[in-house]
């Protein structure tokens, strides 16, 4: 597995497989890989010939004061990871290699990204669809690989690829979950063990909302309610918010039908905002 850093030598990778009539797999990340991100890889190396890893803390996807200086990062860790499951090449730019000094195009975005995360985090998604755009543009990619937990980005990523023409295939993943249930995250790290403790019932309530909504319950009011009550009953959470919307349009929806999506965000202990999630067709 080779590990490059410039976007001229993963060209030149690929040019040389797909010049073979070889396929490729991307899983774009952000780094500090967890099971989650291995299930991606692994998922991507079945299904194709060669595996291209980016790990990447992108700075346009976070928000002046969000945890861009803090992100865990550890390359070493992460490049194990990566040759144990299969890939074939990590890139790991710079942020100078994939920002010039006169950068000025995006790629933004309406609609699906006014709800949800697109509310509290102004500034993300135009940061995910630029870096994601660009990095599709970079690797060339057959298929490209997204977990299910950023529900959201997996909509938005297929709505930017279908408007925009992108000729490679989206394939969502299953959240990968800790023992006790909590989503894997590269964030679990901020949590100390106090907030850790609090932080199950995310996934707890995650589940109980999807139990009432397969027993029957149709009014979304009651079971968002009854998944805040349950947040709010454990120490050190702070909802930013949970939502049921029409998962095709991320808009709120009243009564449960058709393509759902379930969504929570909640800071823990003020160290670290998770986020988990139920899709469900009713
Ligand atoms: O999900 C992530 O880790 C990031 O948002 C992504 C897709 C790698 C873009 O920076």
Redesign the pocket.
């Given at each position: 597995m080779k590990i490059v850093s410039t976007i001229n030598e993963v060209r030149q990778q690929v040019k040389a497989w797909k010049k073979e009539g070889k396929t490729v797999g991307f899983v774009?990340?952000?780094g500090y890989l967890h099971e989650g991100h291995e299930s991606l890889i692994k998922r991507a190396v079945a299904e194709n010939d060669q595996v291209v890893v980016?790990i990447?803390v992108?700075p346009m996807?976070f928000g002046p004061k969000e945890d861009l200086a803090s992100y865990p990062r550890d390359l070493n860790a992460d490049s194990i990871l990566c040759e144990n499951a299969g890939a074939s090449l990590i890139f790991h730019p710079e942020p100078e290699e994939m920002y010039e000094d006169a950068f000025c195009s995006y790629v933004d975005m309406n609609g699906l990204t006014d709800a949800l995360c697109g509310l509290s985090r102004p500034v993300h998604f135009r940061g995910?669809c630029t870096?994601?755009c660009k990095l599709f543009n970079i690797v060339a990619p057959d298929r490209a690989y997204?977990?299910e937990k950023?529900a959201q980005?997996l909509a938005v990523v297929k709505r930017m690829v279908k408007d925009l023409n992108m000729d490679l295939e989206i394939i969502g993943c299953p959240i990968i979950r800790e023992a006790d249930g909590l989503a894997k995250s590269s964030r679990n790290t901020y949590l100390s063990p106090e907030s850790r403790k609090s932080a199950v019932i995310l996934s707890k309530s995650i589940f109980m909302g999807k139990k009432m909504i397969e027993d029957g319950e149709r009014d979304a009011s009651k079971v968002i309610n009854a998944m805040k009550d349950m947040i709010n009953s454990v120490p050190l959470t702070d909802i930013d918010y949970v939502e049921i919307v029409d998962v095709n349009t991320m808009k709120s929806i009243d009564e449960i039908k058709g393509e759902i999506l379930c969504a929570i965000a909640v800071n823990v202990g003020g160290e670290a905002r998770l986020i988990d999630n139920f899709m469900m067709t009713v």
């Open positions: 774009p990340t952000m980016s990447f992108n996807q995910v870096v994601v997204f977990g950023d980005q």
